[in-house]
């Protein structure tokens, strides 16, 4: 099955600044989520990472604060812009189809996370 | 609109004692139905899905689950659990397959007692 990394895999970052997270995935995919899980919460759907083109966003998050790149069918990028204590989060990187993942064209698969403390 | 319930938090249960996860979904057409799994500073790992057919699932790691559309419920079932089964569990309604946005529970945080 594919690979899915997701760099850095924590940080700490001071308030007012930027964060850019990298979802790298082994193989050609159909499509690559961002999804963020708060403190002891549950996943929250943030954006759709389209290749080539602006990414689509959920209800409640907007582009200026987390801009989304998506250069090719195997990469993607989420910033997370003028960090408060606020965006402390767990972001998650999932994906859908490929070649790898031929078997299971309807299910996401995520990657290992990125844990994100904001002070 | 659509939305996941998880009615269990917290639940602690003895090793080799069965174990059921609860889940319920509200959506208006047949839905496709996921459970991952969240283990301590890990990703999530897909236990099992159903889309159609078979109503019982089998997943990985001797995990099942039961559709049951008169309840609109889709529980996670083991009959042994071990120890490394300590993590936490979501349920997911997926609106069209995995190909657009998953609607996520709260979780449930297992425990598992020696």
């Known amino acids: 099955s594919a690979v899915i990394s997701q760099k850095p895999s924590r940080d700490i970052c001071q308030r007012g600044t930027s964060l850019t997270i990298q979802c790298q995935v082994d193989s050609q995919v159909t499509m690559m989520f961002w999804y963020r899980q708060q403190p002891g919460q549950s996943l929250t759907l943030i954006a759709t990472a389209n290749q080539g083109s602006e990414a689509t966003y959920e209800s409640g998050f907007v582009i200026d604060k987390f801009p989304i790149s998506r250069p090719n069918l195997t990469f993607s990028t989420l910033t997370v812009s003028n960090m408060s204590p606020e965006d402390s989060s767990i972001y998650l990187c999932?994906?859908?189809?490929?070649?790898?993942?031929?078997?299971?064209?309807?299910?996401?698969?995520f990657g290992p996370g990125t844990r994100l403390t904001v002070l | 609109a659509q939305s996941v319930t998880q009615p269990d938090i917290h639940i602690t249960v003895s090793e080799g004692a069965s174990l059921e996860l609860r889940c319920n979904y509200s959506y208006g057409a047949t839905p496709y139905l996921f459970w991952y799994v969240q283990s301590p500073g890990q990703g999530l790992q897909l236990l099992l899905k159903y889309f159609s057919g078979d109503t019982l699932v089998q997943g990985i790691k001797g995990f099942e689950a039961e559709f049951k559309r008169s309840q609109s419920s889709f529980n996670l079932r083991k009959p042994s659990v071990h120890w490394s089964d300590a993590a936490e569990y979501f349920c997911a309604v997926g609106l069209s397959g995995g190909y657009n946005k998953l609607i996520f529970g709260a979780g449930t945080r297992l425990a598992v007692h020696p």
């Open positions: 999932s994906v859908v189809g490929g070649r790898e993942l031929a078997g299971s064209t309807d299910t996401q698969y």
